[in-house]
């Protein structure tokens, strides 16, 4: 049961959340001659000047009254190089009017991250655009600069709250805190998503505290997990009550008693065993056998759970595919094994149902005697003959009227009176 407990807890585990792909270029604009200076005639003929085209040129499009001038502009001013394109970027990512241009100025400046875009990335944290929100989200995290940190705190506890969409925005902030180290700030970000919460952000907080809070002195990780006991994010919860456990501090069992009689009964088994773990310490040791044993199962139940917990989602696969291929291999052996007893258990009682060498003996000898006695019968039924003792007809005795045998002389002068 432990190692398939092992290979269900992959699915229940938070992992990182997934990024954000990037968008397709938008579609190249078309003109003809009449419609002269206008918009899209500038874009084609920029277009079409490929590297030769002009920065300003591009950078004045990107402010276009139509979307797809512009998201197309910012695309190809992405493409060029050079200070004066990064910086014409820059000011279109938070600038332009249209919403598709500003995600095409930020993508460009995720694919060539400079500390120059800090600022962008902070100014469009405040964008009225999810897409863009989250880009400048990535974008901090990709920066690394300590500075970084405050925006997003900001954007968490106090940004827009999305209730139709996943709130791509916050999970990108906390993957950037995490990639900022912001772990003291770890029950701020829990109280915010608890006190105002969005739409799919349990898995990225409860990954970034997977990944943070053992960072923490022991003191101020049990302070901090016995915070998030009561989070309404499930995943949060199952985290904290696995890492408490893992921990097995006494002082923490009295939380987690009060925890057992409010959780979920998905939950409740995890704050069983963590409660467990934690009351193991006050306990002496066990002197019954199979007490000791249980205590090692469940020792060794709870070590394999922890090592899960901290394993990286590469890792889990494996071991799941490992541990699935074991299964399967012990399934197919005691079906080997099972097939092998029940053909020996049919030949054993067929064994004992046969009969022996001796018995079959006795009856070849009595069905050769009875063929005999049968040969015989049928020789002396033919003719009246007699049988000889070899089995062959006995040469007819001629006998006188009383039946008495006659010697040959006797029979050849009776025939000889008989022809007179």
Same mark, same amino acid.
């Given at each position: 049961?432990?190692?398939?407990?092992?290979?269900?807890?992959?699915?229940?585990?938070?992992?990182?959340?997934?990024?954000?792909?990037?968008?397709?270029?938008?579609?190249?604009?078309?003109?003809?001659?009449?419609?002269?200076?206008?918009?899209?005639?500038?874009?084609?003929?920029?277009?079409?000047?490929?590297?030769?085209?002009?920065?300003?040129?591009?950078?004045?499009?990107?402010?276009?009254?139509?979307?797809?001038?512009?998201?197309?502009?910012?695309?190809?001013?992405?493409?060029?190089?050079?200070?004066?394109?990064?910086?014409?970027?820059?000011?279109?990512?938070?600038?332009?009017?249209?919403?598709?241009?500003?995600?095409?100025?930020?993508?460009?400046?995720?694919?060539?991250?400079?500390?120059?875009?800090?600022?962008?990335?902070?100014?469009?944290?405040?964008?009225?655009?999810?897409?863009?929100?989250?880009?400048?989200?990535?974008?901090?995290?990709?920066?690394?600069?300590?500075?970084?940190?405050?925006?997003?705190?900001?954007?968490?506890?106090?940004?827009?709250?999305?209730?139709?969409?996943?709130?791509?925005?916050?999970?990108?902030?906390?993957?950037?805190?995490?990639?900022?180290?912001?772990?003291?700030?770890?029950?701020?970000?829990?109280?915010?998503?608890?006190?105002?919460?969005?739409?799919?952000?349990?898995?990225?907080?409860?990954?970034?505290?997977?990944?943070?809070?053992?960072?923490?002195?022991?003191?101020?990780?049990?302070?901090?997990?016995?915070?998030?006991?009561?989070?309404?994010?499930?995943?949060?919860?199952?985290?904290?009550?696995?890492?408490?456990?893992?921990?097995?501090?006494?002082?923490?069992?009295?939380?987690?008693?009060?925890?057992?009689?409010?959780?979920?009964?998905?939950?409740?088994?995890?704050?069983?065993?963590?409660?467990?773990?934690?009351?193991?310490?006050?306990?002496? &040791?066990?002197?019954?056998? %199979? =007490?000791?044993?249980? $205590?090692? +199962?469940?020792?060794? !139940? #709870? @070590? *394999?759970? /922890?090592?899960?917990?901290?394993?990286?989602?590469?890792?889990?696969?494996?071991?799941?595919?490992?541990?699935?291929?074991?299964?399967?291999?012990?399934?197919?052996?005691?079906?080997?094994?099972?097939?092998?007893?029940?053909?020996?258990?049919?030949?054993?009682?067929?064994?004992?149902?046969? &009969?022996?060498?001796?018995? %079959? =003996?006795?009856?070849? $000898?009595? +069905?050769?005697?009875? !063929? #005999? @006695? *049968?040969? /015989?019968?049928?020789?002396?039924?033919?003719?009246?003959?007699?049988?000889?003792?070899?089995?062959?007809?006995?040469?007819?005795?001629?006998?006188?009227?009383?039946?008495?045998?006659?010697?040959?002389?006797?029979?050849?002068?009776?025939?000889?009176?008989?022809?007179?």
């Amino acid at each position: 049961m432990a190692l398939v407990e092992l290979c269900l807890l992959s699915l229940l585990s938070p992992q990182e959340p997934a990024p954000t792909t990037a968008p397709t270029p938008p579609a190249m604009a078309t003109a003809t001659p009449a419609d002269g200076d206008d918009e899209r005639t500038r874009l084609l003929a920029a277009e079409r000047a490929g590297a030769a085209a002009g920065v300003e040129e591009l950078a004045a499009l990107t402010q276009a009254s139509e979307p797809a001038v512009a998201a197309r502009a910012t695309w190809l001013l992405g493409r060029l190089e050079g200070p004066a394109a990064g910086e014409r970027l820059r000011e279109a990512a938070t600038t332009s009017p249209h919403a598709e241009a500003r995600r095409q100025a930020l993508h460009a400046l995720l694919q060539k991250p400079q500390v120059t875009a800090f600022a962008t990335g902070v100014t469009a944290l405040g964008d009225d655009d999810l897409e863009v929100r989250t880009l400048a989200a990535q974008l901090l995290g990709k920066l690394r600069r300590p500075a970084a940190v405050t925006p997003l705190m900001a954007l968490v506890e106090h940004g827009p709250r999305t209730t139709d969409r996943a709130a791509t925005d916050l999970q990108a902030a906390l993957c950037a805190l995490h990639d900022l180290g912001a772990k003291e700030h770890l029950l701020r970000l829990a109280t915010a998503l608890h006190d105002r919460p969005a739409k799919d952000v349990g898995q990225a907080l409860a990954w970034c505290f997977q990944q943070l809070s053992p960072q923490l002195d022991a003191t101020a990780q049990t302070t901090l997990l016995v915070a998030v006991l009561d989070h309404r994010e499930s995943l949060l919860r199952r985290y904290a009550i696995g890492r408490l456990g893992e921990l097995a501090v006494p002082t923490t069992a009295s939380a987690l008693e009060r925890r057992l009689a409010n959780e979920t009964a998905e939950l409740r088994p995890l704050v069983e065993v963590a409660l467990a773990q934690v009351r193991g310490l006050d306990t002496p &040791p066990p002197t019954d056998e %199979l =007490e000791r044993a249980l $205590a090692n +199962a469940r020792g060794l !139940a #709870a @070590a *394999a759970r /922890a090592r899960w917990e901290r394993m990286p989602p590469q890792d889990r696969l494996v071991a799941g595919a490992v541990a699935g291929a074991v299964l399967l291999l012990l399934v197919v052996i005691a079906r080997q094994l099972r097939r092998r007893a029940h053909a020996a258990a049919a030949a054993a009682t067929a064994a004992l149902v046969a &009969p022996s060498e001796e018995h %079959l =003996e006795e009856l070849a $000898a009595e +069905a050769e005697a009875m !063929a #005999a @006695a *049968a040969e /015989a019968e049928y020789y002396e039924d033919q003719d009246g003959g007699d049988v000889a003792e070899d089995g062959e007809p006995a040469e007819a005795v001629e006998t006188d009227g009383w039946g008495e045998p006659i010697d040959a002389a006797t029979a050849a002068e009776e025939a000889d009176l008989g022809r007179r």
